[in-house]
């Protein structure tokens, strides 16, 4: 069951207003209501550099995973017997890993690791674990599903294609009911390339968000 949170306070500037780096806004606050404005708005949250102001981004061209050009390698398949995938059972221990791996521009401070659980809590934010034969922790991810949308936002691993395991299960997951979805990535690195993920532009991408967000959300565990 999800729970749909106090409308927030701010109002956000449109997406097309970003400068050239992405940047639409600075400020406003990490409740609920103010994320979920902000994803259905085809915004995201990151701090700006290493400083504690808080920027709402909107990149232009944006990155995606269209669901059917998933790349899954002849090793990937093998990895896939490897592991067992729940999804919920493990969120925070799922961003408290995300939060730990060394990246040039760590943005999971403390603010938005319990923002995010927060938002977990009211059933709008979702993790997928992958676990070893050994029954530990091995890769995940998390992000946010309105609708039709799920917003990506971090994944790990420890063992091997863990994470891409998991991410094959949010695939998975995210095609059942034949509905058309959107799998966003914010940005199309090198690494999420290799996974299938395309630049659109940014005006695409809000007009796929108009849509995807009236679509069905599907089911996940709590």
């Known amino acids: ?47 700006l550099g290493r400083t504690d102001k808080l920027g709402w981004w909107s990149p232009d061209p944006r990155g995606v995973i269209p669901l059917g050009d998933l790349r899954v390698t002849r090793s990937l398949r093998r990895s896939l017997r490897r592991y067992r995938i729940t999804a919920n059972v493990a969120f925070g221990e799922v961003i408290d890993a995300c939060r730990a791996v060394e990246r040039p521009h760590g943005w999971i401070s403390p603010d938005i690791r319990d923002a995010y659980v927060r938002l977990h809590r009211l059933g709008w934010a979702h993790s997928v674990e992958a676990w070893s034969p050994a029954g530990e922790l091995a890769g995940g991810l998390y992000g946010v599903s309105i609708g039709g949308l799920f917003a990506g936002e971090s994944m ?33 690195t090198e690494h999420m390339q290799s996974l299938g993920a395309v630049e659109i532009s940014r005006s695409g991408y809000l007009a796929r968000l108009k849509v995807a967000v009236q679509q069905p959300t599907p089911p996940w565990p709590r």
């Open 1 to 47: 069951m999800r729970l749909e949170p106090e409308p927030s306070r701010w109002a956000f500037p449109p997406a097309e207003s970003a400068d050239e780096h992405g940047l639409v806004a600075v400020g406003a606050d990490l409740a609920p209501g103010t994320l979920l404005a902000a994803y259905r708005a085809g915004l995201f949250p990151m701090p």
């Open 156 to 188: 790990f691993h420890v063992d091997r294609d863990a994470s891409k395991v998991a991410l094959v299960a949010l695939v998975g997951r995210l095609n059942h009911g034949g509905i058309e979805r959107l799998l966003d990535v914010q940005w199309a």
